[in-house]
Nanobody, 126 residues
Framework: QVQLVESGGGLVQAGGSLRLSCTAS????????MGWFRQAPGKEREFVAA????????YYADSVKGRFTISRDNAKNTGYLQMNSLKPEDTAVYSC???????????????????WGQGTQVFVSS
């Protein structure tokens, strides 16, 4: 069992930046690939970014490519999502997730992730 806790959300003006953190409860965090998802009011949860267990490969949704950066520090059992040039449409609850098995074909599939955090709210004002 892995527990994930997100932090770093908040209110920011358009064009601003935030860094989200996702801290895992177990030192075996480096056995898990990690993803970030978001859900805006009235919308389905959508993929934002993913990173392999080693940090060697990263993947992004087209809507955030070039603005967001996913990373991880396995020594600290923590993953990050650096969000720059934020837009009002980035407003959502952001959740991190972890999975043992990884295929590039399923990085967007929320059902393939084994563990989820509770989410952190990001609000971008115009």
């Amino acid at each position: 069992q892995v527990q994930l806790v997100e932090s770093g959300g908040g209110l920011v003006q358009a064009g601003g930046s935030l860094r989200l953190s996702c801290t895992a409860s177990r030192r075996t965090f480096n056995n898990y690939h990690m993803g970030w998802f978001r859900q805006a009011p009235g919308k389905e949860r959508e993929f934002v970014a993913a990173i392999t267990w080693s940090g060697g490969s990263t993947y992004y949704a087209d809507s955030v490519k070039g603005r967001f950066t996913i990373s991880r520090d396995n020594a600290k059992n923590t993953g990050y999502l650096q969000m720059n040039s934020l837009k009002p449409e980035d407003t959502a609850v952001y959740s991190c997730a972890a999975r043992r098995l990884f295929t590039t074909a399923t990085i967007h599939d929320i059902t393939k992730y084994d563990y989820w955090g509770q989410g952190t709210q990001v609000f971008v004002s115009s």
